[in-house]
């Protein structure tokens, strides 16, 4: 178990914790370990936006602070699946569009949308501290559930990144994250806000690896990458929305 959180804390942070095939190849094949780790994750991220300082200040402190703490890998995964996403042809062409280094607009306006989107989310939580906290590590941990879920549901396109898990893993393999994801969901309750930011998120999973297999055949390291990064973002959003609604 040490090495599996080793494995899933190296691989998912820039915390300084070394990297060995032994941890590698304990963590891919544990996918609970997303979501545990996730809860580490978001715990550290939420602290900017607890500090005395104006709420736009916090929000910006919270994005800066999110990929110092996860570093900008998963942010590479974003940029090829925007440029994949806009361009024109059929599925051999947008697999040779993710392959490719060249930033096309729909790189930079898929990131710009993941920082806009995670600086409105931190704006919001910054301006109502009592629970933001709680709603950040709901929606890291809904982030790292539907890594999982892809990986668990998903089948690899070429021998890669994404490939490490999903020719490990199986949908049966999807129990254990979402048993993890439980105190979660528990974390705002009675109100439903945490719940919603989990479930939301591990929707956005769901869905990737539903559109990446119409669209590009299946899930790679990149359908990886940008799920972490795009069901962080619907998770903090739904949490938020179904804070103030509730």
Not at 208 to 218: E, S
């Amino acid at each position: 178990m040490l090495n599996v959180l080793r494995g899933a804390v190296g691989f998912l942070t820039r915390l300084p914790v070394g990297h060995d095939e032994a941890a590698w190849e304990a963590f891919r094949s544990q996918p609970a370990a997303f979501p545990l780790v996730g809860y580490g994750i978001g715990a550290l991220a939420a602290l900017p936006l607890l500090a005395p300082v104006p709420p736009a200040t916090a929000a910006v402190g919270f994005l800066a602070w999110l990929y110092i703490l996860t570093g900008i890998n998963h942010l590479d995964g974003v940029a090829d699946l925007g440029d994949a996403a806009v361009v024109h042809g059929d599925r051999e062409r947008r697999q040779e569009v993710l392959a490719d280094t060249t930033v096309g607009v729909g790189a930079v306006a898929a990131v710009g949308i993941v920082f806009v989107g995670l600086a409105t989310a931190g704006y919001t939580l910054a301006e109502l501290p009592e629970r933001a906290a709680l709603l950040v590590v709901a929606g890291e941990v809904g982030a790292k559930t539907a890594v999982a879920l892809a990986a668990c549901l998903g089948t690899a396109t070429h021998d890669g990144l994404g490939a490490q898990f999903t020719d490990r893993l199986h949908y049966r393999h999807a129990i254990a994250p979402l048993v993890v994801t439980v105190p979660a969901v528990a974390l705002t309750w009675p109100d439903p806000s945490a719940l919603v930011a989990v479930a939301a998120a591990g929707m956005c999973g769901v869905g990737m690896v539903v559109w990446a297999r119409r669209t590009l055949g299946g899930v790679d390291g990149d359908v990886l990458g940008a799920t972490a990064e795009l069901a962080r973002v619907v998770g903090l959003h739904a949490g938020v929305i179904a804070w103030t609604l509730f």
